[in-house]
């Protein structure tokens, strides 16, 4: 006796024959998708990874290069480019304690210099005043009186901060509150330091 289908034979069934034509069509799909995606990355080819490029962490600890240990200018530094290979730009790493700035008053000739607050909350003192920045904040120091700047950690925590300076051969640095020049190059630094009075004449000595 040939029993009747049942709903459930039919609807199985028809899901089955359903599956069956649908696979030509998924399969169609799937090449189109494919061709699609074969498309995408010929247009937009996969980055490759540059594993030549070394990287310098601002949060992490380091062995620092050098130790400044005169009083209100204690610090810690560590020269970025050198250990990054870097030739044009120049970068410092600084942890201030409280307390203690990075250096005097002054400006340059010669060289554009950035500043990066990593951490901490340092005054930054220029010609219009002081303001305390917050990690974070940058601020361009351009060559020339304008450019006067001093950065003081005056709070109760460590600040860090990344200095940033053009690397030219030869710079001339002015301290507007002591009166001297700094005569700077590339290869031995600091050359000389001298009064910026009396103001001499061309031809004096000639």
Known sequence: MVRAPRSLDLFLRHAELDAAEA?????????RQGERERDGEQRHPPK???RGVDVFNLFADHDWDDEQERDGYRHRVAAIGPRLGGA????SLYELPPGESTWPYHYEHGSEEWLLVVAGRP???TPDGERQLAPGDVA???EGPAGAHKVTNSTDEVARVVIFASKSPFAVVAYPDSGKVGLWTREDGYVGLV???PKLDYWDGE
């Not at 696979?23 to 090449?31: F, G, I, K, S």
């Not at 044009?88 to 970068?91: C, P, S």
């Open 140 to 142: 361009v120091f351009a």
């Open 88 to 91: 044009l730009l120049g970068g």
């Open 23 to 31: 696979a030509p069509r998924d399969q169609d799909a799937v090449l």
């Open 195 to 197: 009064r910026d009075e």
């Open 123 to 125: 005054t930054l003192r």
């Open 48 to 50: 490759i990874e540059n």
